[in-house]
């Protein structure tokens, strides 16, 4: 790949193209300007990237994998902003063809300052923001109030809210914003 410093990545756009990104997917469309299989090791190099953004494609691969390769791609202060279907709602449990859940806690083992352990995954993150949205957080109308009602109950205690609320009051996605450190230490 040529050498970009502003270099955006948009990772399993299918149709969806996005301005100022390079739109890449597995598949072929109009919209993808590159494609490229991400379940093996990515063609950009190391500390090349300033960001990435996902929607709905992450939760297709496996984890260490995955976000090891994002770790390794972005530069230093780089972001990593995607959206996963929650693990409990019936958007991951539908599809056999996801592989990784996620949760609201799920990036703690690999965040700045944890005192977990990394299981052997060398990254390290910034937690810059995470949300858990109750619906599909992009239209409108029934979503948006839904949205606007429910999520601030649920993000006010995200533990409380998982531990005994998730399976009686199903969420749909987890959105995360993360920065690779500036001086990461691994």
Aim: glycine share 6%; with cysteine.
């Amino acid at each position: 790949m040529s050498a970009n410093n502003n270099l955006k990545l948009n990772l399993g756009c299918g149709g969806i193209r996005e301005e100022g990104y390079l739109n890449v997917d597995f598949s072929p469309s109009p919209a993808v300007d590159f494609c490229c299989d991400l379940s093996v090791r990515w063609p950009w190099a190391d500390d090349s990237v300033q960001e990435i953004i996902s929607d709905h494609t992450l939760e297709h691969m496996p984890f260490a994998h995955v976000f090891s390769e994002a770790f390794r791609v972005l530069k230093p202060g780089g972001i990593l902003r995607f959206s996963v279907p929650h693990g409990t709602t019936f958007v991951y449990l539908m599809n056999p063809t996801h592989i990784t859940h996620f949760s609201y806690f799920s990036f703690d083992p690999w965040t700045v300052g944890s005192n977990h352990s990394h299981y052997g995954i060398k990254m390290e993150w910034e937690m810059v923001n995470r949300r858990i949205s109750f619906m599909w957080y992009r239209g409108g109308g029934f979503r948006r109030v839904m949205n606007t009602l429910v999520n601030p109950f649920i993000n006010l205690s995200p533990q409380l809210y998982e531990r005994f609320f998730m399976c009686l009051l199903p969420s749909t996605d987890v959105i995360y914003e993360l920065r690779k450190p500036v001086n990461p230490k691994v």
